[in-house]
T-cell receptor, first 112, second 116 residues
Framework: KAGVTQTPRYLIKTRGQQVTLSCSPISGHRSVSWYQQTPGQGLQFLFE???????NKGNFPGRFSGRQFSNSRSEMNVSTLELGDSALYLCASSSVAGNTIYFGEGSWLTVV | SQQGEEDPQALSIQEGENATMNCSYK?????LQWYRQNSGRGLVHLIL?????REKHSGRLRVTLDTSKKSSSLLITASRAADTASYFCATDAGGAGGTSYGKLTFGQGTILTVHP
């Protein structure tokens, strides 16, 4: 069974631009969540989607948004990029609430 | 904010020795999960332990959970150089419906270095 797949793996953007990251969950998993990892703040929860609905959201500004498609694939978007948005963005999926959450390899975003 | 505190922040041992990492958290939980992360890579799931469980084993890994003390420990026995990584505990604190819907709260992690 393929794991959680994230694309792209690495990208460099300029301040003020926007970026879209993509995530394909494990087959059969309907819950997809996103995390940001930085050296200073560690791993922080961004949001979670299930059946195309956002069920939970972390404490991030509105520049961070996401969506989920009917096939459970998810995207997250960051608009008006700031230098502080440079981070590893991790996508995770699970089958049902309270079960194991599996992570992808992440997308490394560098904002210059 | 981080729910968990991990101890120690860094651990350096020789191959063959055991490694013990501890995690404390603040609120009641549904489950606690341990992950490993190699430098620059994603998180690899190790073990999930539910709030009504006290101990779980998986290969060379042993996890304990003490909900009265709000703490957990991860023991890696007979460590290998390949175990060198950062280890994180993450809690599912629950909420409406008994789950926090994909929200795990992570500790800062323990950096484990195993010398050949």
């Amino acid at each position: 069974k393929a794991g959680v797949t994230q694309t792209p793996r690495y990208l460099i953007k300029t301040r003020g631009q926007q970026v879209t990251l993509s995530c394909s969950p494990i087959s059969g998993h309907r819950s997809v969540s996103w995390y940001q990892q930085t050296p200073g703040q560690g791993l922080q929860f961004l949001f979670e989607y299930f059946s195309e609905t956002q069920r939970n959201k972390g404490n991030f500004p509105g520049r961070f948004s996401g969506r989920q498609f009917s096939n459970s694939r998810s995207e997250m978007n960051v608009s008006t990029l700031e230098l502080g948005d440079s981070a590893l963005y991790l996508c995770a999926s699970s089958s049902v609430a309270g079960n194991t959450i599996y992570f992808g390899e992440g997308s490394w975003l560098t904002v210059v | 904010s981080q729910q968990g505190e991990e101890d120690p922040q860094a651990l350096s041992i020789q191959e063959g020795e055991n490694a013990t990492m501890n995690c404390s958290y603040k609120t009641s939980i549904n489950n606690l999960q341990w992950y490993r992360q190699n430098s620059g890579r994603g998180l690899v799931h190790l073990i999930l332990i539910r709030s009504n469980e006290r101990e779980k084993h998986s290969g060379r890994l042993r996890v304990t959970l003490d909900t009265s003390k709000k703490s957990s420990s991860l023991l890696i026995t007979a460590s290998r150089a390949a175990d060198t990584a950062s280890y994180f505990c993450a809690t599912d604190a629950g909420g409406a419906g008994g789950t926090s819907y994909g929200k795990l709260t992570f500790g800062q992690g323990t950096i484990l270095t195993v010398h050949p």
